[in-house]
């Protein structure tokens, strides 16, 4: 369900004469399950931008044939994390030293070459003090690594036209199961239920573009493995100027539910 949170907008300065003391413009916070959601509520008229990860507004905007650009510079740069329990050490180990092979090989800068995304790689990972064998992981067991992730996030993570699994994320998963000689087994699910399959083990690791934040790693412990940014999308034109996340004051915006850029917005502090 789509929720909408805060809200005086001062609509101009006679609206603001017309009230005693004035009013303080503020940020609208329109939210929605899927940035798919959030796009079309700025390509409707319900919003007038959009934020979310960088690569993903950067995809929608060159995809929308000139109907939507981005406005201003990514900001908020974050580390990007894959998700494991805190009770599985030993698969944490075994797909850190995974991540570790496969940033040192071509195969990680190829994914994100594919991908336009060279900027956001990362330095290996430091080797793990001790790098089970995959068979000695009990999650990997059954020759399978279960990914939790939220297919809808193009080009991160998405179902192409063909309705096959693709996108950064799958492609790294893929590598990464390559690595440790387990088949990836991909598994769908909204983003807010990605932590509690982690934590019930409804899936071994999810990796969805999750920004590692202080909340989030009192759940899960994290494998970085991205670096990015976020964005901002208007409509054709930036009608309404917006060139940073402090020109969103006294504007509607729309952003996915339980993100890293939800809370960035909600702690926007905006003047009289």
């Known amino acids: 369900m789509r929720k909408i949170r805060a809200a005086i907008i001062c ?6 004469a017309s009230l005693a003391g004035g009013c303080v413009k503020t940020v609208t916070i329109k939210t929605a399950p899927t940035t798919a959601g959030a ?5 409707n008229g319900l919003a007038e931008a959009v934020v979310g990860d960088y690569p993903v507004i950067a995809y929608q905007a060159r995809e929308s044939a000139g109907a939507l650009e981005i406005a201003g510079l990514q900001f908020d740069k974050a580390q990007i994390g894959i998700a494991v329990a805190k009770d599985a050490p030993a698969l944490n180990a075994a797909v850190t030293n995974a991540l570790r092979k496969l940033v040192e090989s071509k195969g990680y800068l190829n994914v994100l070459l594919t991908w336009a995304l060279p900027q956001t790689q990362i330095d290996p990972p ?3 003090a001790a ?10 067991e059954d020759g399978e690594l279960k990914v939790g992730m939220e297919l809808s996030y193009a080009p991160m993570e998405f179902f192409d036209e063909f309705k096959h699994e693709a996108g ?6 893929k ?4 690595q440790l ?12 239920a990605l932590f509690d399959a982690v934590e019930t083990g409804k899936v071994d690791v999810a990796m969805s573009t999750l920004a590692i934040t202080d909340e989030r790693s009192q759940r899960v412990d994290f494998i970085p493995y991205l670096s990015l940014g976020s964005g901002i999308l208007v409509t054709q034109g930036n009608p309404q100027g917006i060139q940073g996340i402090q020109d969103l004051c006294g504007h509607t915006v729309a952003v996915q539910d339980a993100t890293a850029q939800l809370s960035a917005l909600q702690k926007i502090t905006c003047d009289e």
């Open 11 to 16: 609509l101009g300065a006679l609206a603001c």
């Open 131 to 140: 790098a089970p064998e995959p068979s000695a992981v009990p999650q990997l």
């Open 39 to 43: 796009i079309g509520d700025l390509r």
């Open 126 to 128: 430091a080797a793990p």
């Open 181 to 192: 000689g387990v088949k990836v087994v991909l598994v769908d699910l909204p983003f807010d």
């Open 168 to 173: 950064v994320d799958v492609d790294l998963a």
């Open 175 to 178: 590598a990464l199961g390559d």
